[in-house]
């Protein structure tokens, strides 16, 4: 939102200008927020973010190991990629844990 200069008084934090510097070294800086749209900023950001670094569920299912490494965890996760309602986008099968 500070980006979209909805929040002024960020504008100068270090700590928002170290994020910025992150997001630029991660080439998140050139998402543009379409304001014109139902969809959330935040949305948005998640479906940039999975473009970028070609997030699939395969790619997900694969790494889960690595974070989710409590066992308890891990079985709650793959009961929500178990039962959850799926779709069909651009040929490839999507998933939405949350909304």
Do not use: Y
Not at 22 to 50: C, M, R, Y
Not at 61 to 67: I, N, T
Not at 85 to 98: D, N
């Amino acid at each position: 939102m500070t980006l979209q200069d909805k929040l002024k008084h960020f504008n100068g934090d270090d700590g928002f200008e170290a994020a910025k510097r992150v997001w630029t070294a991660l080439g998140l800086s050139s998402i543009e927020f379409n304001t014109k749209t139902a969809q959330p900023a935040e949305e948005q950001f998640w479906d940039h973010f999975d473009v970028k670094f070609n997030v699939t569920e395969v790619g997900m299912r694969k790494a889960l190991p690595f974070f989710c490494v409590d066992p308890s965890n891990r079985a709650k996760v793959e009961a929500l990629l178990a039962n959850h309602g799926s779709q069909q986008v651009h040929g490839h099968e999507s998933r939405r844990l949350a909304h």
